[in-house]
């Protein structure tokens, strides 16, 4: 059986603010409910190691969420950071920000590491994965032309993939690419298979 099929007893509930992973997952088949838009304080320990940030992040927007979830519920949530050496690069909050993220991570090779939590009534699953990507080296035109025209302020280390500076900067990827699009759908898939087939199906009333 198909996994849409098997999640047909759930109510899948995606809580992210991002059209990108919302277009991932309905392009996986898999139905859900969007959450309605609540505050998470985003911050996370300086001691926490840089790979380890996405994952407890999604954790914490778990966590965050206000409603309670009955017993066939599951709720996804989910946080992606762009990774340089020791540094996480989150949003932007300006364009001129968004030039100097562009600028460091031109001629470099970064990660772009996605955390995912998995969480019902009873049970919870946190898990990551990682992508290597390369950027060419990029041009200060190219970057303000991007900038100008995308407006990348939604975005972890201030770029799309799947955009202009996609197509023209990255010389090369290590891993799933949808992850660095803000989901890692393959694996989400195979995680939601393992944890629904670990759910008694009492749980199912």
């Known amino acids: 059986m198909l996994l849409h099929d098997k999640l047909k007893s759930y109510e899948i509930i995606l809580a992210s603010a991002s ?4 277009e991932l997952l309905r392009a996986s088949c898999i139905e859900y409910r969007l959450a309605e838009k609540f505050e998470c304080d985003e911050n996370y320990p300086s001691t926490l190691p840089t790979e380890d940030v996405a994952a407890y992040l999604s954790a914490l927007k778990s966590h965050a969420y206000p409603a309670t979830l009955t017993t066939n519920q599951i709720l ?3 946080d ?5 050496g020791n540094k996480v690069l989150g949003k932007p909050h300006s364009a001129q920000e968004a030039c100097a993220m562009l600028a460091e991570l031109s001629g470099k090779e970064h990660s772009v ?4 939590t998995l969480r019902t ?9 990682r992508s290597r990507v390369r950027f ?5 035109e190219q970057i303000a032309y991007y900038v100008e025209h995308y407006k ?8 799309g993939i799947q955009e202009w500076i996609g197509y023209i900067g990255i010389e090369s990827i290590e891993g799933s690419f949808f992850n660095v699009m803000g989901l890692p759908v393959q694996r989400l898939c195979r995680e939601l298979e393992a944890f629904i087939e670990a ?5 199912l009333g």
Not at 80 to 84: D, F
Not at 113 to 116: C, E, I, L, M, N
Not at 152 to 159: F, I, L, N, T, V
Not at 199 to 203: G, I, K, L, V
């Open 136 to 140: 060419a080296e990029l041009s200060e």
């Open 113 to 116: 590491v996605t955390g995912v």
């Open 19 to 22: 059209p990108r992973r919302r």
């Open 80 to 84: 992606t950071t762009v990774v340089l």
């Open 152 to 159: 990348p302020m939604d975005k972890a280390g201030a770029y």
């Open 199 to 203: 759910w008694p199906e009492c749980h």
């Open 76 to 78: 996804i949530t989910a």
């Open 121 to 129: 009534t009873e049970r919870e699953r946190t898990f990551s994965a």
